[in-house]
């Protein structure tokens, strides 16, 4: 499965009934192996490729949010969010082992008793990435691959996981992949939006929280396909270990996006693009408007 060559056209964004989402999941998995509206050339990926095979899943999950306390255990339509994230990420097909990353114990708590693996991290880890780096030494086994799930995106599809892994197993020269999809124009302005764009053969160029590209006439085009980054990342093991190492570099500290670091320092990154509704969960007005999203597609 998934070495199709495939180009992802425009696709509907924001369909809502439940056999279209479905459909839609299944085409991302197609949609990941391929890149940008057939710019370039969809990987064929070895099937039993033994290089950077063992690969983890890290749910990092924090409970004091700078907005949101508790976040992670918010319910949504009546489960955590938390077990939402996971139950998702348990559907991927790449992962070894899945694990929570977490510095709470009534997080921990909570994850254990739906049958989560749970490794406590330190207080100390000051994001994400420290903290998934911290949880991957803390693990008995060896990984090639650590892939980073947000805790906060409840529907994300499980091959979105599978095609971030895909990438970074069919690259060697990269050390990082990620997804991206498209922007929706009235997300053009908000800086909380993050753009991306990406060379011919699917790596990232650049990321900003501005409009890129920028066209002449000072508007949006409506005929460009913009791109917009979504949260999950994978990195070489590795990679990781250097990764919260690297010294903080002019751009990445310019637009505050963590990613332009490994750009900045020349490392490669592999973006894929999926069809996917962003639904990330950053204030306790989101929970609401995910429920009723949810309860439209049927999904409970
Ligand atoms: C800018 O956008 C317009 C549509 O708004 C498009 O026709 C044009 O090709 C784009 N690029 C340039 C360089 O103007
Ligand atoms: C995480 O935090 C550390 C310390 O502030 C910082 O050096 C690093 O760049 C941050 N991000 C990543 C991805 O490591």
Redesign the pocket.
Known sequence: MGSTPTSSSSSSVSSSDANSWLVRGLFAAGAALAVASGAYLALSLPRFSKFRSQVVGIIPARYASSRFRGKPLVPILGKPMIQRTWERAKLATTLDQLVVATDDEKIAECCRGFGADVILTSESC??G??RCNEALQKLRKKFDIVVNIQGDEPLIEPEIIDGVVKALQADPDAVFSTAVTSLEPEDASDPNRVKCVVDNHGYAIYFSRGLIPYNKSGKVNPHFPYLLHLGIQSYDAQFLKI????S?TPL?LEEDL?QL?VLENGYKMKVIKVDHDAHGVDTPEDVEKIESLMRERNLS
Do not use: A, G, S, V
């Open positions: 000051r994001n990435t420290e990764y919260p190492e690297l903080p990445q963590e670091k």
